[in-house]
């Protein structure tokens, strides 16, 4: 039998699952303001599943949290530090089976992968 085994090791950031199709222009928008900053939260009203309540969940395997920040960020003590997951090799994953059944027909998914 052959099938798709795939594995990620690598960092993910800011996965937010939005409640409605994003714009070409509000996905430039994230994507603009870049993995260090807070622009997903001017969507709050549509942010079905948060980065925030997936950092929350359970964790089996190599899944390690880090703080990543800007380059500009680095000399302000004050900037806000964003929560990476750091995933390493093998079976590695965070469980997670919200119920997206509300926004299954119209959804957009947005994360930062490294």
Known sequence: SSG??????????KLNIFGKELSGEEVAELYNGGRCSEVEREFQGVRFITWESILSQAR????????????????????????????????SYVKFYPDISPIKNVLTVCAWLR
């Not at 798709?4 to 993910?12: D, H, K, R, T, W």
């Not at 190599?62 to 302000?76: P, Y």
Request: aromatic fraction near 4%; charged fraction near 30%; include cysteine.
């Open 60 to 91: 089996t395997g190599d899944v390690s949290e880090a703080l990543l920040c800007s380059e500009n960020d680095a000399d302000d003590d004050e900037a806000e530090q964003i929560k990476v997951l750091q995933f390493g090799r093998g079976c």
């Open 4 to 13: 798709i085994n795939a594995e990620y090791g690598g960092q993910l950031t």
